[in-house]
């Protein structure tokens, strides 16, 4: 399987922390993308980082990538109550995207 | 604001019936996928379209179908509904490429509730 799995599960901290999320997963990639997901609604692409790439920003977001290891970590900097939300994980390769159960993240204000 | 739209947002059906949800795909996309998601899960892939042709499928029976149309919109269909199709189904366009697929844009989803 192609799926990313997301650790951990569920993640709560104060709002101005920092929130680490992994993803681990099996199979050689094109690339790997990041997304989130306010409660009910649909899905948010954050940041695609190439399977060539190390290290990739974008604002508060950092996101590393590991082939050998075949894990990824997305970092957001300075949470706040907004970046509540779900965060999953997908790898591409040859088959289509396949997301995990995700990161439940709880920014408490 | 995507530029993907799915229609109806809700939608409640009984044990049996059919259902087909529609999503229109953002211009210059040459690919759709459909998701299923339940309650605190993750996404689900069900399939792909890629220049109206199928060309992946997760592990979802063949009441599962679909469709993809020349200007990109797509159609699910589900036949012969069962409690456990209750779910947000997402549907997301994307360019697909030599480098594998890219950013995916999702839909809102369809909340499909069976009774």
């Known amino acids: 399987s192609q799926q990313g799995e997301e650790d951990p599960q569920a993640l709560s901290i104060q709002e101005g922390e920092n929130a680490t999320m992994n993803c681990s997963y099996k199979?050689?990639?094109?690339?790997l993308q990041w997304y989130r997901q306010n409660s009910g609604r649909g899905l948010v692409h954050l940041i695609l980082?190439?399977?060539?790439?190390r290290e990739k920003h974008s604002g508060r977001l950092r996101v590393t990538l590991d082939t050998s290891k075949k894990s990824s970590s997305l970092l957001i900097t300075a949470s706040r109550a907004a970046d509540t939300a779900s965060y999953f994980c997908?790898?591409?390769?040859?088959?289509?995207?396949?997301f995990g159960k995700g990161t439940r993240l709880s920014v408490i204000a | 604001e995507t530029g993907v739209t799915q229609s109806p947002t809700h939608l409640i059906k009984t044990r049996g019936q059919q259902v087909t949800l529609r999503c229109s795909s953002q211009?210059?996309?040459?690919?759709v996928s459909w998701y299923q998601q339940a309650l605190g899960q993750g996404p689900q892939f069900i399939f792909q379209?890629?220049?109206?042709?199928?060309?992946g499928r997760g592990n979802f029976p063949p009441r599962f179908s679909g469709l993809q149309f020349p200007n990109y919109s797509s159609e699910l269909n589900v036949n012969a509904l069962e409690l456990d199709d209750s779910a947000l189904y997402l549907c997301?366009?994307?360019?697909?490429?030599?480098?594998?697929?890219?950013?995916?844009?999702f839909g809102e989803g369809s909340r499909l509730t069976v009774l």
């Open positions: 211009s210059g996309h040459n690919t």
């Open positions: 980082i190439r399977s060539n790439e």
């Open positions: 379209y890629y220049r109206e042709e199928e060309n």
């Open positions: 997301a366009s994307s360019f697909s490429g030599t480098g594998g697929i890219g950013e995916l844009f």
């Open positions: 199979t050689s990639i094109n690339n």
């Open positions: 997908a790898v591409s390769g040859n088959t289509p995207l396949v």
